[in-house]
């Protein structure tokens, strides 16, 4: 008995859905420590290469400040950049503790896509099949945007079908495909903002105004899934810190 418990203990997640929502209502100061400890879940090692490296930075510019006579300036200088170097990878881990609280939850990629940067209309689950496999979309300047989520055998059918679909109204419009997973051929759900936000942008404002409302004419093709309909089944959302 107390071998399966310390394997169901390893076997939970470091990070919760509901423990990464939680830092989006709290205050700046919270919200900090709150990240503070989902990085340290999710990577024990994250903080002290954080300070270490803030420190780092400090103590090399603090070196060669009292070596050359320019402690003055050097100093100052050493305690910003410290600063800076500290802030950028305290942010590449909250990013990556933020994307281990949804990763492999249903709707992970449409809550990473309806965070992206930019004029983005996210519409999820716009086709579904009976093993709850999904196809979300986005539209932007690149293009239309599909991403699977599901089996990828199953996955290339249905997104055939809906690139099928979508290309009877934005005809002549570049339509991409994604799906989401660790295989050959596939995104991972950490590296799919990236990936979208770097495709060419081929379409201008108007262009895509005019796709959308096009869009709009299509029906979502979902199918009744097998078994019992879940309830209280809540869509994850990507932790946002506010502004102030």
């Known amino acids: 008995m107390a071998r399966m418990s310390r394997k169901s203990e390893a076997a939970e997640p470091a990070v919760t859905r509901e423990t990464a929502e939680d830092v989006a209502s709290a205050g700046r100061l919270k919200q900090i420590r709150m990240v503070a ?22 103590a090399v510019l603090v070196v060669v400040g009292l070596l050359t006579g320019l402690a003055a300036f050097l100093i100052p200088l ?39 940067r930019g004029n983005w209309t996210v519409t999820p689950t716009v086709a579904a099949n009976r093993n709850m496999d999904v196809v979300h ?64 942008r081929q379409l201008k404002p108007a262009a895509v105004s005019d796709i959308n409302h096009r869009l709009k004419a299509l029906q979502p093709t979902l199918q009744a899934p097998k078994g019992p309909i879940p309830r209280n089944v809540r869509q994850p959302k990507m932790p946002r810190p506010k502004a102030r």
């Open 78 to 116: 050493g305690v910003l950049l410290g600063l800076l170097v500290a802030l950028i990878l305290f942010g590449r881990y909250a990013q990556s503790a933020q994307f281990s609280a949804i990763e492999g939850q249903p709707g992970a990629a449409a809550a990473v896509m309806q965070n992206m």
């Open 37 to 58: 400890g989902l990085i340290r879940k999710s990577d024990p090692k994250a903080l002290p290469i954080i300070f270490g490296s803030g420190l780092g930075v400090l």
């Open 137 to 200: 979309r986005a539209v932007g300047r690149p293009g239309v945007i599909l991403v699977g989520e599901g089996n990828p055998n199953r996955l290339a059918g249905l997104l055939a079908a809906e690139k099928k679909r979508v290309a009877r109204v934005a005809y002549e419009v570049p339509i991409i495909e994604y799906q989401i997973g660790d295989g050959d051929g596939q995104v991972p759900i950490s590296k799919l903002q990236r990936k979208i936000m770097r495709l060419p």
